[in-house]
């Protein structure tokens, strides 16, 4: 069975880090493109961060650039969010996403059911 | 920064048809997709590359592209339809992804 699943989330205080994971399972991960989406309380989907199959294409969000570190570890099937000064605003629902494209924009097939983080004092 | 605008809400009663817009100025280059999300779920793919539906997906949900609008029509809306929708792309770079603003499609 295809599955990501999300962990790490938690309540930090504004300025503070948080290192999230999401683990794959039922595919080829290396084949895959990989991303980030956030959803704050009662708020859209947003896009945070994208790596490529082979980790060496990375893309960012305005919001989270400069501050966020997207990475993968292939012997470990797993995908790493490294969140730095982090923001009130960045409370939210953090979902890992598989994108089914390679090389160009394509759909997000497959996600997992997310980690919440929180930002407060 | 790029966005894709969609309507707030849709109000539909069992059996009618449904269509939620998504407007962004690199539709015409990029696909769009479209997604499903009940509360407490994460979000399910429900159309890719503008019209193709995914395996699984009930026969009623398809799109559809013109210019810088793609729409996601649901025919025979269901009680089971009522969710939020977001329609997603990327800019015209092909580098940043982009989700719409979303819309809630309530079944009356």
């Known amino acids: 069975e295809v599955q990501l699943v999300e962990s790490g989330g938690g309540l930090v205080q504004p300025g503070g880090s948080l290192r999230l994971s999401c683990v794959a399972s039922?595919?080829?991960?290396?084949?895959?493109?990989m991303n980030w989406v956030r959803q704050a309380p009662g708020k859209g989907l947003e896009w945070v961060s994208y790596?490529?199959?082979?980790?060496?294409?990375?893309y960012y969000a305005d919001s989270v650039k400069g501050r966020f570190t997207i990475s993968r570890d292939y012997a470990k099937n797993s995908l790493s969010l490294q969140m730095n000064s982090l923001r009130v605003e960045d409370t939210a629902l953090y979902y890992c996403?598989?994108?089914?494209?390679?090389?160009?924009?394509?759909?997000?097939?497959?996600w997992g059911q997310g980690t919440l983080v929180t930002v407060s004092s | 920064s790029y966005e894709l605008t969609q309507p707030p809400s849709v109000s539909v009663s069992p059996g009618q048809t449904a269509r939620i817009t998504c407007s962004g100025d690199a539709l015409p280059k990029q696909y769009a997709y479209w997604y499903q999300q009940k509360p407490g779920q994460a979000p399910v793919l429900v159309i890719y590359?503008?019209?193709e539906r995914p395996s699984g997906i009930p026969e009623r949900f398809s799109g559809s592209s013109s210019g810088t609008t793609v729409t996601l029509t649901i025919s025979g809306v269901q009680a089971e339809d009522e969710a939020d929708y977001y329609c997603?792309?990327?800019?015209?770079?092909?580098?940043?992804?982009?989700f719409g603003t979303g819309t809630k499609v309530t079944v009356l």
């Open positions: 996403a598989r994108e089914g494209g390679v090389g160009e924009p394509d759909a997000f097939d497959v």
């Open positions: 590359k503008d019209s």
């Open positions: 997603q792309s990327a800019d015209s770079s092909g580098t940043s992804r982009v």
């Open positions: 790596i490529s199959g082979g980790g060496n294409t990375i």
């Open positions: 039922g595919f080829i991960f290396s084949s895959y493109e």
